[in-house]
Nanobody, 116 residues
Framework: QVQLVESGGDLVQPGGSLRLSCAASGFTFRNYAMTWYRQAPGKERESVATITNTGGYTNYADSVKGRSTISRDNAKNTVYLQMNSLKPEDTAMYYC?????????WGRGTQVTVSS
């Protein structure tokens, strides 16, 4: 079965950096695009960054563009989200997701809190 397990979330001060990871299993990872979403308390879930199956194309939300980098290691079945210059408004639960055979799968998320 498809499993996505996020890690790397933490409490960090404004201006700090974090690298989130999402370990995938149960499907042929190298064949599928991956996306990071986030959801802050009281807000809708929003797409943060997407990467194609080969990593040749990436797309970012305006809110993180220039501060974040999505990447993947198909040998390790893992997708990453490097976030720099973190702001309090980046505080959210971060999820990775993919669509496999018309079914969308989500991980359980990893919490990022940006606060002094």
């Amino acid at each position: 079965q498809v499993q996505l397990v996020e890690s790397g979330g933490d409490l960090v001060q404004p201006g700090g950096s974090l690298r989130l990871s999402c370990a995938a299993s149960g499907f042929t990872f190298r064949n599928y695009a991956m996306t990071w979403y986030r959801q802050a308390p009281g807000k809708e879930r929003e797409s943060v960054a997407t990467i194609t199956n080969t990593g040749g194309y990436t797309n970012y939300a305006d809110s993180v563009k220039g501060r974040s980098t999505i990447s993947r290691d198909n040998a390790k079945n893992t997708v990453y989200l490097q976030m720099n210059s973190l702001k309090p408004e980046d505080t959210a639960m971060y999820y990775c997701t993919t669509m496999v055979e018309r079914t969308r799968y989500w991980g359980r998320g990893t919490q990022v809190t940006v606060s002094s």
